[in-house]
């Protein structure tokens, strides 16, 4: 039954556009006006505050109020399964932002080796089997789709997933949001040889406190400090390790936190992470090698951290 509706869902939405998901203007999947207000503005950087360690630099492609906000709603939680192409050509737009920003594919010559990675923020299991679809990964092939016709040689990377239970979000403030999620994310079995294609922009459909992104930051940092840590010791630098691999893949895996606790979480800054068996490794915000982590990218952001990049 459930791959039943998925089916339908996808037939309704694709063929039977009922409304404009922003306004709800008949007949049309988007308006004109809600297309404006969603990409029409240049992507900005946004930051939540508190900010939460770890985050990387996030752009936002529009502010999440009005239209906007209706139509990832509608997309997110009525199976409005058509606005997935807009919605993803506004996620497009903060990608390049980013990328930008850090100079990724810039200047003359090829573009960097391998594709860019566009690893999107999981939904939970029980949320994926109600809504019956994971908006943020649809939305990120549809973002891929997007920059490959632009020129850029782009792929979703789905390999992060929840590895425990986590409590609903809604009506946490942000320190109890970051307390929630840290150790939540791990990386899919094989995900580490995935990451190894290339740089990684984190991808999802709002930024709220940050603290989603923080965590899947967390995670994927991870699996490359340990890949670092075993090729220096193996004298290697053209592969990730299959130890690594295992290690932090697999079912129960930390991803390269060892006994990490909430309070541990509070002391970890944005330029240095606790690396396997606590020790401390070099800044990992340092750009272009395969693995890292770019930036994070949004179709859209809370208006009040649009407001502070301002001042």
């Given at each position: 039954m459930e791959g039943v509706r998925r089916w339908w869902q996808e037939l309704a939405g694709l063929v039977l556009p009922a409304e404009c998901g922003g306004c709800g203007s008949a007949r049309t999947v988007l308006c004109p006006q809600c297309?404006?207000?969603?990409?029409?503005?240049?992507?900005?950087?946004?930051?939540?505050?508190?900010?939460?360690?770890?985050?990387?630099?996030?752009?936002?492609?529009?502010?999440?109020?009005?239209?906007v906000r209706a139509a990832l709603l509608a997309h997110k939680e009525r199976g409005a399964l058509a606005l997935a192409r807009p919605l993803g050509a506004a996620l497009a737009g903060a990608v390049r932002a980013g990328v930008g920003e850090v100079g990724w594919?810039?200047?003359?010559?090829?573009?960097?080796?391998g594709d860019l990675l566009l690893v999107p923020v999981p939904s939970t299991r029980a949320a994926v089997r109600a809504r019956g679809h994971d908006p943020a990964r649809r939305i990120a092939l549809a973002a891929a789709?997007?920059?490959?016709?632009?020129?850029?040689?782009?792929?979703?990377a789905a390999v992060?997933?929840?590895?425990r239970a986590v409590a609903d979000q809604s009506g946490l403030d942000s320190r109890q949001r970051l307390d929630n999620l840290v150790g939540a994310l791990t990386v899919?079995?094989?995900?580490?040889?995935?990451?190894?294609?290339?740089?990684?922009?984190?991808?999802?459909?709002?930024?709220t406190t940050g603290a989603s992104l923080a965590e899947a930051a967390r995670a994927v940092r991870a699996v490359r400090v340990a890949g670092a840590a075993e090729r220096a010791g193996q004298g290697e630098s053209g592969r990730c390790g299959e130890e690594a691999k295992g290690a932090l893949c697999g079912e129960g895996a930390t991803a390269g936190y060892v006994g990490i606790t909430r309070e541990d979480s509070r002391q970890l800054s944005g330029t240095e992470e606790r690396g396997v068996d606590g020790v401390s490794v070099r800044p990992l915000d340092d750009v272009g090698g395969a693995g890292d982590v770019l930036c994070a990218a949004v179709v859209a952001a809370s208006p009040d951290s649009f407001e502070i990049n301002r001042n």
């Open positions: 297309r404006a207000a969603l990409s029409g503005a240049v992507p900005f950087r946004v930051r939540p505050v508190p900010e939460p360690p770890g985050l990387p630099a996030v752009h936002a492609a529009a502010r999440y109020a009005d239209e594919g810039e200047g003359e010559g090829p573009q960097p080796p789709g997007e920059l490959r016709r632009a020129g850029v040689s782009a792929r979703v992060l997933r929840q590895r899919v079995p094989g995900g580490a040889r995935v990451l190894c294609g290339g740089p990684v922009v984190l991808v999802d459909d709002v930024v």
